[in-house]
C-alpha cells in the first residue's frame, strides 16, 4: 500500500494517464463513496492473479494498493475485487485512526 501525493492531483494524475503510461485502465465500484480505479503500465495483470488499484483519499491524495494472489488462489476470485475490498479496510483503519 502506498499513499501518493507526488503532484498533488489525486486520481487526475491517473486519468491523465490511461492509454499512454497505463494501458490497462479500469474505473471500479467506489468504496463508500471513494472513487476506485484500478491501472497498470504493463496492461490487464489479472490472469497472472495482480491488480493494482488507486482509491482517491481527496482531490489531491490516493492510496494505492498492490494485490498479488498465491498461485493457489489465482483464478478463483479476481484480483481487483479483492484489491476493492483491502480498499475498504485500509479506508475502515484510516477512519479510525489506526
Same mark, same amino acid.
Given at each position: 500500500?502506498?499513499?501518493?501525493? =507526488? /503532484? ?8 491523465? !494517464?490511461?492509454?499512454? #503510461?497505463?494501458?490497462?485502465? &479500469?474505473? +471500479? *465500484?467506489? =468504496? ?7 491501472? /497498470?503500465?504493463?496492461? %490487464? $495483470?489479472? #490472469? ?10 481527496? %482531490? #489531491? $491524495?490516493? =492510496? %494505492?494498493?498492490?494485490? !498479488? $494472489? ?5 483464478? &478463483? &476470485?479476481?484480483?481487483?475485487?479483492? !484489491?476493492?475490498?483491502? !480498499?475498504? &479496510? =485500509? +479506508? *475502515?483503519? +484510516?477512519?479510525?485512526?489506526?
Amino acid at each position: 500500500m502506498t499513499f501518493t501525493n =507526488v /503532484d498533488k492531483l489525486g486520481l487526475t494524475s491517473v486519468y491523465r !494517464a490511461r492509454g499512454t #503510461t497505463y494501458p490497462f485502465f &479500469k474505473p +471500479l *465500484e467506489p =468504496v463508500d463513496g471513494y472513487p476506485l480505479v484500478a491501472y /497498470d503500465g504493463e496492461g %490487464d $495483470q489479472s #490472469t497472472k492473479g495482480r491488480c493494482t488499484v488507486a482509491m482517491g483519499t481527496s %482531490d #489531491t $491524495q490516493t =492510496v %494505492d494498493i498492490n494485490i !498479488a $494472489q498465491s498461485e493457489a488462489n489465482i483464478g &478463483k &476470485k479476481d484480483p481487483c475485487a479483492a !484489491a476493492r475490498e483491502v !480498499a475498504g &479496510k =485500509v +479506508l *475502515e483503519n +484510516l477512519r479510525n485512526g489506526k
